[in-house]
């Protein structure tokens, strides 16, 4: 899911991720609450509308966001108290809080507002915060429960607006979403640090409050590579084989192959879309950091063996100049490459899985 | 003709530049000297082929960026001696030497070095900077007739290429460019500041040294719009009607407009895509500062009369969101717009001239 922070792939227009085969964006919560504001995407109709979208979004909670704002922000039973990286205003994010946004934000699939457990993290400290991630998922629930039907594409929120500031359609003609009875689906996300047993056990009562598709959060914040992947492979062995698991913050092109295989269905990363913006482009060939000098007159493409359209067209010479000129076209090229990549290998493993070529456990 | 300063349209991608219905771009040869360089140029076989843009290039000479950098430049009868303004190294540019560069970037129409005359400047100074133009374009010319088969593509410089570091064929297949026996076209300039009579005078002297087409330089650099108009209309009375006549620097869609209707052929401004990039749009109702508050919920489409990507799909309210937000497909989709706007303005002119709606003396 290439990350869409703002309702915006940074510099690639929707069609060109339409072109790139791109079915799911997530959008930071946290990001939008602050710019446009909540208020604004409802009145939209919803960020699907707001931003052109009609392929499948998906929000974090804002959880995330919020506890990287370290010194600016402080937890506690009800929710987290923070302030605005933007302007130092204050504000607050509670469970409820964060479903009441994601709900009028609209997307496809939301989050459960957990505690991002900090790392390294002690058996005491990690419980508790899995303690704590737990009763925000069982308010998260509750309020979802109660306030799903407010999202502004259900039929009820489309019925409730006035004549004449409804669904505006697409002037290409296509059709406004319209579900009639559907609504968002909330997934939970399993905690517990680096610890396997605590694992186990959230993700097992995570389970019994009862999602349709479960997360495994907290990793990739510090851990060694090894240990991120021995939590990851036996808390998949506790996540239901029949509901959707979404391993957050993920991965190097290397590892989303590897997890894709190992039973993991979706994933999220800033990886492709921020090096690509640091000109660093992942190819067939290994890592390739573009503004190296050796490529200033290098005709060939940046990846012989690929098909996305800059490889196709531009030489390494021409993506070098862009990015060593500072030009905005290089993090537009060097972004659709490495999100043409990633899906590549995506579309690979989904090749294997069909073939019978892996070791998940299905 | 769309402004390319470093061999891009700044964020543009070349296919959009060729479904927007681009024929030809401006590319700065000052900018391009410094990065990526000539001879990195030269050695990809041209901006054409540096680039990947098969259709037409047009080169200025450098001269009025020279000239623009006027604490670090110091001109004499040689040619201008300048500091650059990345890191201040000192470089030198005279005809024969502006000949050269654009010789080897390899653009379809390259400009004659001139001097942009000052605004304002008295009749004294006007005389000996327009002198000066027309002793530095025989100076081109003479060069330029001497050099020109140097151009990377024509078949005397493909013939003498090593084997195997030749043209390297598009992917897609499309050939690479190649003239038998064709080279650039080098079109000279008028000067003579605010007079008419010296620019008349400038105008009969340059058509008797004799270039395939003729550009009027010198022209908003400050002067009233009225004076502007005055000196275009009058200087046009003495260019060749069948010649190109290239007015440079020039202007708002309704001065395109209104000097293609006089008769101008081709026109540059940076004006569609800097403004672009500051978030004014220009529209069938007028010019919209997208980053004000009153579009923030605005769900109607930026030009309700405009058919472009960008009026087709998008509302106000995401426009104005991704600019507020400082988000880099603001200025991609800014740009495609106006660029739009532009190229329908002139669509829309050559409409009115084959249909005989015009006052152009032809």
Same mark, same amino acid.
């Given at each position: 899911m290439p990350v869409g922070t703002l309702a915006s792939v940074k510099g690639v227009s929707q069609d060109v991720l339409e072109e790139l085969g791109v079915e799911i964006l997530l959008a930071n919560t946290y990001h939008l609450y602050l710019r446009p504001g909540i208020e604004t995407v409802r009145q939209m109709g919803g960020l699907h509308r707001f931003m052109a979208w009609d392929r499948a979004i998906l929000t974090d909670s804002g959880g995330f966001q919020v506890f990287s704002l370290t010194g600016l922000r402080k937890v506690s039973e009800e929710g987290v108290a923070f302030r605005s990286h933007l302007d130092g205003s204050p504000h607050f994010l509670s469970p409820e809080k964060a479903m009441e946004i994601q709900i009028g934000l609209g997307a496809d699939i939301i989050m459960a507002f957990d505690e991002c457990t900090e790392?390294?993290?002690?058996a005491e400290r990690a419980r508790a915060s899995m303690e704590l991630t737990l009763r925000w998922a069982a308010r998260c629930k509750n309020y979802f429960e109660a306030? *799903?039907? @407010?999202?502004?594409?259900?039929n009820d929120a489309l019925l409730r607006r006035p004549l004449g500031s409804g669904a505006r359609p697409r002037l290409d003609g296509a059709e406004p979403r319209r579900h009639t009875d559907a609504t968002q689906a909330l997934f939970g996300i399993v905690q517990g640090g680096m610890d396997a047993e605590l694992r186990r056990e959230s993700a097992v009562r995570t389970i019994d409050i009862g999602f349709p598709g479960y997360a495994i959060g907290g990793?990739?914040?510090?851990?060694?590579r090894e240990v991120t992947r021995e939590i990851v492979l036996s808390t998949l062995e506790h996540l239901p084989a029949d509901h959707p698991r979404y391993l957050m913050g993920v991965g190097t092109p290397e590892e989303i192959a590897q997890y894709a295989q190992s039973g993991v269905d979706m994933m999220d990363c800033v990886l492709p879309t921020r090096a690509a913006r640091h000109g660093l482009l992942f190819t067939s060939e290994g890592k390739v950091s573009? *503004?190296?000098?050796?490529?200033?007159?290098? @005709?060939?493409?940046?990846?012989?063996?690929c098909e996305c359209r800059v490889c196709q067209r531009y030489s390494r010479a021409y993506l070098r100049h862009l990015y060593a000129s500072n030009e905005l076209l290089a993090q537009v090229l060097n972004t659709v490459h490495n999100l043409h990549y990633y899906l590549a290998t995506m579309r690979t493993v989904r090749a294997w899985i069909r073939g019978g070529h892996t070791s998940a456990q299905r």
């Open positions: 790392y390294p993290a002690d306030n *799903k039907y @407010e999202v502004p594409w259900s990793l990739s914040v510090g851990e060694p573009i *503004k190296q000098a050796r490529y200033a007159q290098d @005709e060939n493409a940046l990846d012989p063996a």
